[in-house]
């Protein structure tokens, strides 16, 4: 079993940044592929960004490329979610994810654990 701890987020203006973090419990965080999702104010949870378990592979939403960058350090049992250029719209509380799979998915259905989350607003 997997425990996920998001932190990382906070309040920033329109263009800046911010990093969230997740960690991991469990000497298998390296077995699990990693996701990142947001629910923003009377939306649905969204996919964000996926990476497979070694870091090779990625994958973004279309809302999210060229701005955030996903990335983990599975010596330290973390997932990262660099988010640059921010904008209001993505505002919302974000979540990481982890799948019992070696790919990038983002299929929220194919995560099996989840972290409690952490707010992330925008400003304009």
């Known amino acids: 079993q997997v425990q996920l701890v998001d932190s990382g987020g906070g309040l920033v203006q329109a263009g800046g940044s911010l990093r969230l973090s997740c960690a991991a419990s469990?000497?298998?965080?390296?077995?699990?592929?990693m996701g990142w999702f947001r629910q923003g104010p009377g939306k649905e949870r969204e996919f964000v960004a996926a990476i497979s378990w070694t870091g090779g592979t990625t994958d973004y939403a279309d809302s999210v490329k060229g701005r955030f960058t996903i990335s983990r350090d599975n010596a330290k049992n973390t997932a990262y979610l660099q988010m640059n250029s921010l904008k209001p719209e993505d505002t919302a509380v974000y979540h990481c994810?982890?799948?019992?799979?070696?790919?990038?998915?983002?299929?929220?259905?194919?995560?099996?654990?989840w972290g409690q989350g952490t707010q992330v607003t925008v400003s304009s």
């Open positions: 469990g000497r298998t965080f390296s077995r699990y592929a």
């Open positions: 994810a982890a799948a019992k799979s070696p790919w990038a998915t983002m299929i929220r259905a194919s995560y099996d654990y």
